[in-house]
């Protein structure tokens, strides 16, 4: 079989680590956007530091390691100590809570724990009664230790690197420990998802070296040692740290961390000066930056005139085009967009002005590429065709017509859940297809068209499959609207509406009118859709929707509620 050839292949994932460290010893590798710059050389003495305090404390090969705080220099430094010591590590949102972050540093037996700034004010040792220590990002300082070991090697950590290293700390130095296997377990992800409740992805270093592989060959030479990159989601998401991290740290980039909340006014600035060369997003920050920056923009009527004038439409595509281009930095190769659903009318105007863009798809349990394409080859409504080294199949009887459960099996797919058989053999089947619980079609061509979650799907009174997001994504489109869910009362259809209260205050709304608003929108979006999906009604919530740190609505915290 082909996988097992690729098997026999896949290199050492932490000689890959090793290589780069070693061949941009003095290029820059880190930076805290406005602050501290780690070269390569930098990253490998804080690696080799923390060694001697992991091993000092008595840390074994396979202990688990965990961190939490916001993406940094310091996170990154300290994942890849913890990898190439040989330990496993447990990434763990920030946005986690208290409780969240004490059960899940408990269920995974984590010996030691990277905390962030934030955190390290949130989190309660006495809860984490199995923890040798907890560790400060930002200085590697103690703020917490069980061990008197770990206490001596932090007091004494630079005079004990001086004896390791007496002359100086050199390239030929660095000697990381190698995986015996491609499928020895490297991390632990805890995914939050959107039902409340986590389960710890058990991801070996196959699916790692399998999703760089995939990002070599989809990025090329289009990414190249020394390029600026641009770090926006949380590396304790596996999307973040395989596109935005791994990838970039391998091929010997420059990668910088928004450590303040990544607004898109803070993100847009960040472009506008790094000018990085991938753009990675979740389609939340993509649309807000087309909404606030560039349809005030061209949404006039002297532009919808031009755009409808033959002569001179191509010309003013590109105009906007270039516009948009210079959004975001002016030196991308392409913009990939995943996480969530995009929403359309955005997504029609980025096709119709030629926009460098592609939407890909992925999950935490593929580590998590499992569709792409490039954005010359890309369908618009699609989300690419499998990824390498994997291969994909529709639970249909018709896979091209009727949407069924997507399947995918190969080289990225987890080893399952941690410490839960039950869950893990309800979404691996015997014969290694995980089971992603997403519904979709796949034309002829092999891309793949997503058409929701098999667990949103709400069935009308006479039988007929509906798809909330389908609905939510015409209703996201429509005037005052800044987001929605739509649930199901008895056997009608329901909207709830967070509406774009700033622009409301400044064109100067009452409630009432954003009600007679919703409404108008109502029998437009009821006009799109079919007898048995119209909405009945259109509730407006006044508060942002909750959601999990890749920015899906929390749709269980909704389901139930009364507004």
């Not at 596996?238 to 980039?253: D, N, S, T």
């Not at 930095?329 to 980025?350: K, P, R, T």
């Amino acid at each position: 079989m082909r996988t097992q050839r690729v098997m026999e292949s896949i290199p050492n994932f932490n000689t890959l680590i090793e290589k780069s460290i070693k061949n941009n010893w003095n290029k820059d590798a880190l930076t805290d956007y406005k602050g501290v710059t780690l070269q390569y050389h930098d990253v490998a003495r804080k690696i080799e530091k923390l060694h001697i305090m992991f091993e000092s404390s008595g840390v074994k090969k396979g202990d688990k390691i965990a961190l939490c705080g916001r993406n940094s220099a310091g996170w990154a430094s300290a994942f890849l100590a913890t990898l190439t010591y040989g330990a496993v590590a447990v990434p763990i949102l920030h946005e986690f809570t208290a409780d969240q972050i004490h059960n899940i540093v408990n269920h995974s037996e984590a010996k030691l724990l990277f905390a962030g700034d934030v955190v390290s004010t949130q989190v309660d040792p006495t809860k984490m009664p199995e923890i040798e220590g907890i560790i400060y990002i930002p200085d590697y300082s103690l703020l917490f230790s069980r061990s008197d070991r770990l206490t001596f090697a932090r007091e004494h950590l630079n005079e004990m690197f001086g004896k390791k290293f007496p002359k100086y700390f050199r390239s030929e130095h660095v000697d990381y420990y190698k995986e015996e296997s491609p499928e020895e377990l490297a991390l632990i992800n805890y995914t939050s998802g959107t039902t409340g409740f986590s389960k710890g992805v058990m991801i070996p270093y196959r699916a790692m070296w399998s999703n760089f592989d995939f990002a070599c060959g989809a990025m090329g030479e289009k990414v190249k040692a020394g390029d600026n990159v641009l770090s926006i989601l949380p590396m304790a998401h596996m999307y973040g740290m395989a596109f935005e991290f791994i990838y970039e740290f391998l091929k010997g980039c420059h990668i910088y961390y928004l450590t303040r909340v990544p607004s898109p006014a803070i993100i847009a600035k960040a472009f506008a000066e790094l000018h990085p060369a991938i753009i990675i997003a979740v389609p939340l920050v993509i649309e807000k930056i087309i909404k606030k920056r560039v349809f005030p923009k061209i949404q006039n009527n002297r532009m919808r005139l031009l755009l409808n004038m033959p002569v001179i439409n191509r010309k003013v595509r590109q105009t906007i085009r270039d516009q948009v281009v210079q959004a975001f930095g002016g030196n991308f190769f392409e913009v990939i967009i995943g996480g969530a659903a995009f929403n359309q009318e955005v997504e029609s105007f980025l096709h119709r002005i030629e926009f460098p863009y592609t939407v890909g798809y992925g999950a935490t349990e593929c580590a998590p590429i499992i569709c792409y394409a490039d954005y010359k080859d890309f369908v618009p409504g699609s989300c690419g065709k499998v990824a390498k080294n994997n291969e994909l199949r529709i639970d249909s009887p018709n896979p091209a017509v009727i949407p069924g459960e997507i399947l995918v099996r190969g080289l990225n797919v987890m080893l399952g859940y941690y410490k839960n058989e039950e869950a893990t053999q309800q979404t691996l089947d015997k014969d290694g297809w995980y089971h992603t619980g997403d519904l979709g079609v796949m034309d002829e061509d092999g891309n793949v068209f997503i058409k929701g979650r098999s667990k949103y799907m709400l069935l009308s009174a006479n039988g007929q499959n509906i798809y909330p997001e389908e609905i939510e994504d015409k209703l996201n489109s429509m005037a005052m609207v800044n987001e929605s869910i739509v649930i199901q009362e008895n056997d009608k259809l329901v909207g709830l509406v967070y509406p774009d209260l700033d622009e409301a205050q400044r064109l100067g709304f009452t409630v009432n009118d954003l009600e007679n608003i919703m409404e108008q929108n109502r029998k437009v979006l009821n006009d799109m859709l079919p007898a048995y999906s119209k909405i009945s009604s259109i509730r407006i919530h006044k508060e942002e929707f909750e959601k999990t740190p890749k920015k899906s609505i929390k749709r269980f915290l909704y389901l139930s509620k009364c507004f």
